[in-house]
């Protein structure tokens, strides 16, 4: 499987950096007590230090805000996944267990302050291309509506669109029977090639303590917009 991200897109937006995760032979359960207590104190602490700093003077929180204006799309209409968390957490309105995958992604998601997407890959058909999305581009999400895509960055395969910072589809949504999985991190622009890997590299080893399996890193950039999935990987 090829994954890459759309030249005009690149040209437009050369300073795009998208983090990829292949997980195979990985197990989905219910998150282990460590995990809930870790999630739960993290929100608490996120909430306090929110009392001071409001969500969009965040940083990360604010670089992508400004990325979705340079993309045509209002981010106070449309907001990206992180700060949707991020705006929970801030009401009290804390996260609560779902399962490992779908807790881990949340936790990256709030720890990085970007919007991440993990997706099972047997529900994936043929290459995957990173676009920015049009008005003909949708589909239902996981908040159980039909979502536009206009001027959002998206993720589809040959069945079409799956993916996005904004919310993702039912489609492709992780389940306890996911052994095989896509992580897409929607890295900060101004985060080096050197952090980004580093950021990666930790998510990756903490996804496979919790999960079990193997998994492999890419970071697509204008210096490198692709990338093949191979099934050896390493542990």
């Known amino acids: 499987m ?36 870790r999630m739960q104190l993290y929100q608490e602490n996120l909430f306090i230090e929110m009392q001071d700093q409001p969500v969009t003077q965040r940083e990360g929180i604010a670089e992508w805000r400004q990325l979705w204006k340079k993309f045509g799309a209002d981010p106070n209409r449309y907001r990206h996944s992180a700060e949707s968390l991020m705006r929970r957490v801030s009401k009290q309105n804390y996260l609560t267990p779902f399962h490992s995958g779908v807790d881990l992604n949340n936790f990256f998601s709030l720890q990085y302050e970007i919007p991440i997407g993990l997706y099972d890959i047997a529900q994936l058909k043929g290459n995957v291309e990173i676009a920015l999305g049009d008005e003909e581009v949708g589909y239902e999400g996981l908040n159980s509506r039909f979502n536009s895509l206009k001027n959002i960055l998206y993720s589809h395969d040959e069945i079409g669109a799956f993916g996005s910072p904004f919310v993702d589809s039912k489609r492709t949504a992780v389940s306890e029977d996911t052994t095989e999985a896509l992580h897409i991190f929607y890295l900060r622009p101004s985060l ?3 952090a980004a890997h580093e950021l990666l590299a930790a998510a990756g080893k903490m996804f496979h303590q919790i999960h079990g399996g193997d998994y492999q ?19």
Do not use: R, W
């Not at 890193?217 to 390493?234: G, M, Q, R, W």
């Open 192 to 194: 080096s090639v050197e």
């Open 217 to 235: 890193i890419a970071l697509l950039s204008n210096d490198a917009p692709s990338t093949t999935l191979e099934k050896d990987v390493f542990s």
């Open 2 to 37: 090829k994954i890459s991200i759309n030249q005009s897109l690149l040209t437009k937006h050369p300073e795009l950096k998208i983090g990829i995760i292949h997980y195979t032979k990985i197990v989905v359960a219910e998150s282990p007590q460590m995990i809930k207590g």
